[in-house]
Nanobody
């Protein structure tokens, strides 16, 4: 049962921008439950472990891994049970499959992810 659906990935040139979206199933989360969770965007590049790159708390506080600070922005819309990741000034090393999940993650919530490829 898919509970988190990521979208918005694709091929982008270095220096370009991409906006990722994550839709959380209201059948599972509901607006109230969704709104009290810390949420995150994770990514996994070939040969690497999945890593947390951005997180947002219920009050909107954000945290980023050092490699994306100043380039990525995470946001949320609790009423729509959506999480977003705006990625600017993309670099080839940002190439990965991107996933959303609460923080800490729950294994059964992993979706298919969305592939982001940064290449000229």
């Amino acid at each position: 049962q898919v509970q988190l659906v990521e979208s918005g990935g694709g091929l982008v040139h270095p220096g370009g921008s991409q906006r990722l979206s994550c839709a959380a199933s209201r059948n599972i989360f509901g607006i109230t439950v969704f709104s009290i969770k810390d949420l995150g965007w994770y990514r996994q590049a070939p040969g690497n472990q999945r890593e947390l790159v951005a997180a947002i708390s219920p009050d909107g506080s954000t945290n980023y891994t050092d490699s994306v600070k100043g380039r990525f922005t995470i946001s949320r819309d609790n009423a729509k049970t959506m999480v977003y990741l705006q990625m600017n000034n993309l670099k080839p090393e940002d190439t990965a499959v991107y996933y959303c999940n609460p923080v800490p993650y729950t294994a059964r919530y992993w979706g298919q992810g969305t592939q982001v490829t940064v290449s000229s």
